[in-house]
């Protein structure tokens, strides 16, 4: 057995540890017969984006395809005994003498599969298995309308090394001509001549994802702007069918630690006892719970660290002997140091909330995680005196606490921006006429209560009406760079806010709310 000849026969994952002698970068015991499996990862035409993301990066389960693994099912169990399965397959070729087809003929057990994709190699991993198995690939990849063929030739891979690594020197040492079209074959010799160009730059990749320490020189400080397009686009890969918010959720848990002082890092325990009641309670519903989330799944996206499982990992490695080895997940440093600043905390959130948290009870999830302050643009005090009984209706779920010790406001300031509006609301121009004379509320913008902490002055404050005001609060109206004002649900514009030469906004204050509305989502996505 072991020779592989990518046809029906599938190889057991212990055939891979057989005849070892030198070692890799990871102290793995590395086999000298290993080859390369360079292996474009395919066009988004080709869906190879989605693909790779959903049976490499995710995993299938195998009980969702228990109908096709036909008899293959008890390999494929034993080669990933926690029931998710990392899979690609390749469609047949017509050709004989091909690279395609040398290296479908020849890539055995134990090869080393390099993914490609834009003049990167994006992952590296294991080759457990070799199958052909048309039902299985039909029912993962579907098939090609044109040509009818599908992914049947299939490789079950080991643990997934995501990194990004410049293929040109690679290629051009392999004397091939970027960029890579086909799956290719590169023989053990040549393999070995050329791994420490791959060993090195993933080495440094793998130094700036690695937890422990901040990394010194970081070879790219991730900005505000790509902090949201990374949260922004967790699920841009994935088909809307296989969407979860267990990616999302698990990010607004991790960062309700940080902002409850708590490290960025987690152990399974903790993930177990604290993330998977969040998970089960709002996650998507039929999905099932484990640790995949922090622990595998979230790796892809620049934002997330697993720590712990590099150092000894045999292959094939378990989920669960990595977890059980004392492993971590939670933010990379980078990600956690710009999530303890205010601004780009209040972006994050309401980005998460309104991006993937549309259906569900925000107020109920940022309470569980923690971040209960940040369902209201006033915090979590009650931040207005000047309503009458009014605070309670402004909540329907009636879940604030409304307590005594809001923040104290300057009465002074109150009755001077209602004055300057002469009590009209800045969104709508109404002058509520009451019994008593004219009735109008002073918002602030940047909240007084816990976790905004914004200032008591006139350049943080709105005269609003009572619609408006509860709107503001809410979160479901905000202010653009151009003083329009728009719906949070889907940016529509419902007017301009109506300014005063005397009183001057400052526009922090309105910035910061309008991240709470997930309302620079598209400036975001500009960057
Ligand atoms: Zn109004």
């Known amino acids: 057995m072991g020779n592989g000849h990518g046809d029906e026969s599938i190889f057991d994952a212990s055939a891979a540890g057989g005849r070892e002698g030198g070692k890799d970068l990871a102290g793995r015991v590395e086999s000298d017969s290993v080859q390369w499996v360079l292996q474009p990862r395919g066009s988004a035409r080709m869906r190879g984006p989605q693909h790779f993301d959903h049976s490499v990066r995710r995993g299938i389960r195998l009980v969702d395809y228990e109908r096709v693994l036909g008899e293959d099912a008890d390999t494929l169990k034993r080669i990933f005994p926690d029931g998710v399965a990392r899979l690609w397959g390749s469609t047949p070729t017509q050709h004989t003498g091909n690279a395609k087809a040398v290296a479908l003929r020849d890539r055995k057990v134990g090869d080393e599969v390099l993914f490609y994709a834009q003049n990167t190699f994006i992952a590296r991993a294991r080759i457990l298995g070799l199958l052909r198995n048309r039902d299985l690939a039909a029912a993962v990849w579907g098939v090609d309308e044109e040509t009818q063929s599908t992914w049947e030739y299939i490789m079950a891979l080991g643990d997934i090394v995501e990194f990004h690594v410049p293929a040109q020197p690679i290629l051009t040492a392999l004397a091939m001509t970027p960029p890579l079209r086909s799956l290719t074959l590169v023989r053990a010799a040549e393999r070995r001549r050329h791994l420490r160009l791959l060993d090195g730059q993933a080495a440094v990749a793998a130094k700036r994802s690695s937890a422990g320490r901040e990394p010194s020189t970081p070879a790219k400080t991730m900005g505000r702007g790509e902090l949201l397009h990374a949260l922004g686009k967790l699920d841009a890969d994935v088909p809307d069918e296989r969407r979860t918010r267990h990616g999302s959720l698990t990010l607004l848990w991790a960062i309700g630690r940080l902002a409850s002082g708590q490290g960025r890092l987690a152990s399974a325990d903790v993930c177990r006892s604290q993330l998977e009641p969040i998970l089960h309670e709002f996650g998507t519903p039929g999905v099932s719970v484990s640790l995949e989330y922090p622990f595998r799944h979230l790796s892809g996206h620049g934002l997330w660290d697993v720590v712990g499982t590099e150092r000894r990992r045999p292959d094939p490695v378990s989920l669960a002997a990595s977890v059980e080895s004392g492993a971590q997940a939670g933010l990379r440093p980078e990600a956690a140091r710009l999530l303890r600043q205010p601004l780009a905390r209040a972006e994050a959130i309401g980005l998460l909330c309104t991006t993937y948290f549309e259906n569900i009870d925000q107020e109920e999830l940022l309470?569980?995680?923690?971040?209960?302050?940040?369902?209201?643009?006033?915090?979590?005090?009650?931040?207005?005196?000047?309503?009458?009984?009014?605070?309670?209706?402004?909540?329907?779920?009636?879940?604030?606490?409304?307590?005594?010790?809001?923040?104290?406001?300057?009465?002074?300031?109150?009755?001077?921006?209602?004055?300057?509006?002469?009590?009209?609301?800045?969104?709508?121009?109404?002058?509520?006429?009451?019994?008593?004379?004219?009735?109008?509320?002073?918002?602030?913008?940047?909240?007084?209560?816990?976790?905004?902490?914004?200032?008591?002055?006139?350049?943080?404050?709105?005269?609003?009406?009572?619609?408006?005001?509860?709107?503001?609060?809410?979160?479901?109206?905000?202010?653009d760079e151009h003083w329009n004002v728009r719906r949070s649900r889907d940016g529509q514009s419902i007017g301009t806010l109506r300014r005063h030469p005397e009183h001057a906004v400052d526009e922090q204050y309105v910035e910061y709310h309008r991240a709470l509305c997930g309302g620079n989502r598209s400036s975001a996505a500009r960057n």
């Open 367 to 479: 309470e569980r995680v923690g971040l209960g302050g940040y369902a209201h643009a006033s915090g979590a005090e009650e931040g207005d005196g000047e309503r009458d009984g009014g605070s309670e209706s402004a909540r329907p779920s009636g879940r604030r606490q409304v307590t005594s010790s809001r923040p104290d406001r300057d009465q002074r300031l109150v009755n001077r921006v209602k004055l300057l509006h002469q009590h009209g609301c800045q969104v709508c121009g109404l002058r509520l006429e009451t019994r008593f004379g004219h009735y109008s509320e002073a918002a602030h913008i940047r909240g007084l209560g816990s976790p905004h902490d914004g200032p008591d002055t006139l350049s943080n404050m709105l005269c609003l009406c009572p619609n408006h005001h509860v709107q503001f609060d809410t979160l479901t109206i905000f202010i």
